[in-house]
């Protein structure tokens, strides 16, 4: 008897294999091969970094150009750091710095594509396409490394702060050099907001109260029984706890009719 197939190895037909589509990978998309001098060197950078002499070195030698200052990183405003802890400030000078190289690495690419743009004819199409997809790509980091900073340190602050600086134009500071007035007019206009805010009439559990003009209510007629009324005497109008105490209501005894006809009878002699 032969032996049998194992399920995991089963041959297929060619029906079913394009069923089941093909199992190779697609392939890594790869562009043209860079010089083995550069990919030697820079191999070393990725795997073990530039050491802090070596980075200050090559920052200095490509500083934010005349007319693009405003790459640099901005800085913390002043208000702003007395509200955070040292953690988080320490934090932000890190990433501070990485944004720094950022900068510095477009400054490098915009001096290399300006010299060609330099170039009679406008220079080569193909490296300015290169150097501009390149500038454009390290503008998105420095982008996002902006925004990182700001929701690291809002989140930390107060939910007025956050609705101040939710969109905080470019600026050489991190919220804007202006978020004093910013803060102080937020502020004025709350303070103004509760002014004119309508004020709300309370109701009672039995509900609301409304008060009736004085010329609309109704006059009731004065009765001779209310005329005559009198007001209880001062021995009368103690406290209930007083009168259960020393007073005792004493039953008024009613005469009979024969004793009233009698009486009546004597006044008319």
């Known amino acids: 008897m032969p032996d049998e197939i194992p399920l995991s190895s089963a041959p297929l037909s060619e029906d079913i294999v394009e069923i089941l589509g093909k199992k190779s990978t697609p392939p890594t998309l790869t562009g043209p091969k860079i010089h083995e001098d550069l990919v030697s060197r820079w191999k070393i950078v990725l795997n073990a970094g530039l050491s ?8 200095s ?5 005349k007319n693009f200052q405003i790459v640099s990183a901005p800085r913390l405003n002043a208000v702003v750091q007395k509200a955070l802890s040292p953690s988080n400030l320490s934090r932000d000078e890190r990433l501070a710095k990485l944004q720094n190289v950022v900068a510095a690495s477009l400054a490098g690419v915009g ?3 300006s010299m060609i743009l330099a170039e009679e004819g406008g220079g080569d199409r193909r490296y300015i396409e290169l150097l501009n997809n390149t500038g454009r790509l390290l503008a998105d980091l420095w982008h996002s490394q902006n925004t990182t900073r700001r929701d690291l340190i809002s989140i930390n602050l107060s939910k007025e702060f956050q609705e101040v600086t939710e969109e905080v134009p470019l600026d050489t500071y991190l919220f804007g050099e202006n978020l004093d ?7 004025t206009s709350e303070d103004y907001g509760k002014i004119l805010k309508a004020k709300t009439t309370k109701t009672t559990s039995k509900g609301a109260h409304h008060a009736i003009p004085t010329s609309s209510r109704q006059r009731v007629p004065v009765t001779a029984r209310a005329l005559n009324y009198r007001a209880p ?3 009368q109008k103690g406290t209930t706890r ?3 105490r020393y007073y005792q209501t004493v039953p008024i005894q ?3 009719k024969p004793q009233l006809k009698q009486q009546r009878g004597r006044m008319n002699r």
């Open 111 to 113: 001096q290399v594509c």
């Open 52 to 59: 802090d002499d070596e980075r200050s070195s090559l920052l």
């Open 181 to 187: 007035e910013k803060m102080k007019a937020n502020k």
């Open 61 to 65: 030698k490509l500083p934010p150009p």
């Open 233 to 235: 005497s001062r021995w």
């Open 254 to 256: 009613h005469k009979s």
């Open 242 to 244: 007083e009168r259960s």
